[in-house]
């Protein structure tokens, strides 16, 4: 098997650590690019494992990003979310209950609760399954710092780690029913799809119009939608040039909203029980330029 061969066997399952470490797709790849030009360049003679050297390669490459861009996370406008990207059964399934979950935005917002090193152990471990002597040699440590790591990560992250819920198709009437009620501002309808406890977060980066604080609650959450549909036509954008398309995004439904034919936003939904439990937007332009590839492509 040719360096490049090894490489694109390996690519989906480096993209899933890359990714789930950086929150970004786009940064993602290129680390991804990153790690081929050292891969090829370096290959050493005695290799016994192709996966766990370009394992090892991309998630040193992760740790310097991170450590690098904590500051310029700390200075983000507004909540920050991940870049969101298509899961369906077009990609690369995930092989567990533990590699779907971890993939959602919610799970990938505790994350960020982490440190680069505690995240890269957890992802590795647990999501990953990769040994402690393994995750030792990647991070230059030794097992029992790992152990520790991990221990200490999971013991976060058990604290307010969401439930994975039922699949998306079982999920799509209920996201059905809140496009008709967003498109059409029914204030009744939305009340009856969103949970009483619902709470959105919405990214856009300090780039376009968003909420710069979570909103939390039924009737403040609907106020909310109901104003953001009484504004597009007042900001100049015709009803008729909006279209919804419902696809999943990071395990989860979604809602890509489209004006004249680009991708103004993108609302993921966490589905608990029979409705609606969290919004989570992205609009921030730059993070939708993977997913805006990723659909175009279909």
């Known amino acids: 098997m040719t360096e490049v061969d090894l490489f694109q066997a390996n690519r989906p399952a480096l993209f899933g650590v890359a990714y789930r470490m950086l929150g970004s797709a786009m940064d993602a790849e290129d680390v991804l690019q990153d790690a081929w030009l050292r891969f090829s360049g370096a290959q050493p003679a005695d290799l016994r494992s192709a996966k766990a050297y370009l394992t090892t390669i991309v998630t040193r490459l992760c740790l310097d990003r991170l450590k690098s861009a904590r500051a310029t996370r700390e200075e ?45 152990v957890f992802l590795l471990r647990e999501v990953f399954d990769y040994e402690y002597g393994e995750i030792a040699e990647m991070l230059e440590t030794t097992s029992a710092n790992c152990r520790q790591l991990f221990h200490r990560a999971k013991g976060r992250i058990a604290q307010r780690k969401p439930r994975f819920r039922a699949t998306v198709d079982e999920k799509r009437p209920l996201v059905e029913r809140f496009v008709r009620a967003f498109r059409d501002g029914s204030e009744e309808e939305l009340t009856c799809v969103l949970a009483a406890d619902v709470g959105f977060w919405s990214d856009g980066g300090g780039k376009v119009l968003s909420a710069r604080r979570p909103v939390f609650g039924r009737e403040r959450v609907v ?29 989860e439904p979604a809602v890509v909203l489209r004006v004249a034919g680009r991708i103004d936003s993108v609302y993921v939904l966490t589905v608990d029980r029979d409705a609606i439990s969290a919004l989570r937007i992205v609009r921030n332009p730059d993070k939708l330029v993977y997913i805006q590839r990723q659909l175009a492509a279909r």
């Open 76 to 120: 983000y406008v507004g909540p920050w979310l991940p870049e969101p990207v298509a899961t369906d059964d077009r990609r690369e399934p995930e092989r567990s209950l533990a590699q779907a979950e971890s993939v959602t935005l919610a799970f990938m917002v505790l994350l960020e609760t982490l440190s680069p090193e505690e995240r890269a």
């Open 223 to 251: 106020a909310l939608l109901l104003g953001i549909r009484r504004t597009a036509p007042a900001s100049g954008v015709p009803l008729e040039s909006v279209t919804f398309d419902i696809v999943e995004v990071n395990g």
